[in-house]
């Protein structure tokens, strides 16, 4: 199995139809040209008069813009670090010791903006150097300045969920935390299998993603540890997210 490009987020097989996080949406169709005339002043009335009405939504409902809580604040990322290279700052202590050979260059970046930080790493690993066989492992780490992570964190546990992940929480891990496990089916030889655990974590504004995918083939190879994965995946993100400053 030939390395896949280092910019894929999430799982990735040589068979799979569309991007493992959905096909790209479609250009929306181009409005119809507005009527001249009564009508058209009649328009911008009515939007001036929806204006009015969404302008006084937003100063009595808190939280109806920018995912605000009932306080009108946004949650904090005060204590929280970016680093340039999240690669070099993950240790992987565990996932190091069942996967201790590098399969090619890790892949890294840094994004900073008043309203989103973003780090993310990608890098592929195996047992052995000799190894044909490599795993997947994706880490991402965001800081919403702006905007309360919250809603966005349920529509992606959900979003797992319409994909057939076993999703499981993780009681005292961030605020929020939960794993989901995705056994994959190859579509032109089901003996394969392509694996995924993801562990998702949020903690006051902080987000974090981290990812394992690996494959095996009926009766020719093992099936990797499930529960070894789990644990490596709980470890390793919890020394990250402790040396980005989060309490976990």
């Known amino acids: 199995m030939s390395t896949p490009p280092p910019y894929l987020a999430g799982p990735w097989h040589p068979d799979a139809a569309a991007p493992a996080y959905g096909p790209v949406p479609s250009p929306a169709p181009a409005p119809p040209p507005p009527r001249r005339g009564r009508k058209v002043l009649w328009g911008i009335g009515g939007v001036l008069v929806a204006s009015a009405v969404w302008a ?21 990322t005060a204590g929280f670090r970016v680093v340039d290279d999240l690669c070099a700052t993950a240790r992987l202590t565990s996932f190091g010791r069942i996967y201790p050979a590098q399969s090619g260059t890790p892949y890294h970046y840094t994004t900073r903006h008043r309203a989103l930080d973003d780090m993310y790493c990608s890098q592929y690993r195996k047992r052995a150097g000799g190894d044909s066989e490599y795993v997947s492992l994706y880490l991402q780490t965001q800081l919403h300045k702006a905007v309360d992570p ?25 605020d929020d935390a939960y794993l989901g496990y995705l056994d994959d089916l190859s579509r032109s030889d089901p003996t394969w299998h392509y ?18 995918s690996g494959s095996y083939q009926d009766g020719k190879t093992a099936a990797p540890d499930r529960e070894e994965i789990r644990l490596a995946l709980l470890a390793d993100a919890r020394e990250l997210l402790r040396s980005l400053g989060a309490q976990v």
Do not use: M
């Open 195 to 212: 694996l995924t655990q993801v562990l998702y974590v949020r903690q006051r504004g902080l987000t974090f993603y981290a990812s394992w």
């Open 150 to 174: 919250r809603p966005e964190f349920e529509a992606q546990r959900d979003g797992l969920r319409q994909r057939g992940y076993q999703i499981t929480a993780v009681p005292g891990l961030g």
């Open 56 to 76: 006084g939504a937003v100063l009595t409902v808190p939280g109806l813009v920018g995912g605000r809580d009932a306080t009108g604040s946004v949650p904090g």
